[in-house]
């Protein structure tokens, strides 16, 4: 079992940015790939991005790609995700997930472990 916390998100204007982070709770250097989910009111859970347990694979929604970066800091129990040019259709509680031993997936039914949420409200 891994507990996952994230933190960071908030309320922002169009064009704005935010990062936020995903701690958790046992290391996860050699052995858990990596996600972030988000979920719109009203809306079906949709897949953000996804990091493999190394770092060196790295996916992106359609909707994301070229303003959203993620990336690990394994020595810190740490995923982030860099929300840049954030739009009001970005507005959605944000979630990271884990899944141990596995690669870096799109599908949410492959990662057990999930974090809380944490919001992210973009205003226009």
């Known amino acids: 079992q891994v507990q996952l916390v994230e933190s960071g998100g908030g309320l922002v204007q169009a064009g704005g940015s935010l990062r936020l982070s995903c701690v958790a709770s046992r290391p996860i250097s050699s052995n858990y790939a990596m996600g972030w989910f988000r979920q719109a009111p009203g809306k079906e859970r949709e897949f953000v991005s996804a990091?493999?347990?190394?770092?060196?694979?790295?996916k992106y929604a359609d909707s994301v790609k070229g303003r959203f970066t993620i990336s690990r800091d394994n020595a810190k129990n740490t995923v982030y995700l860099q929300m840049n040019s954030l739009k009001p259709e970005d507005t959605a509680v944000y979630y990271c997930?884990?899944?141990?031993?596995?690669?870096?997936?799109?599908?949410?039914?492959?990662?057990?472990?999930w974090g809380q949420g944490t919001q992210v409200t973009v205003s226009s």
């Open positions: 997930a884990a899944r141990f031993r596995g690669v870096a997936a799109i599908s949410g039914n492959e990662y057990p472990y």
């Open positions: 990091v493999s347990w190394s770092g060196g694979t790295t």
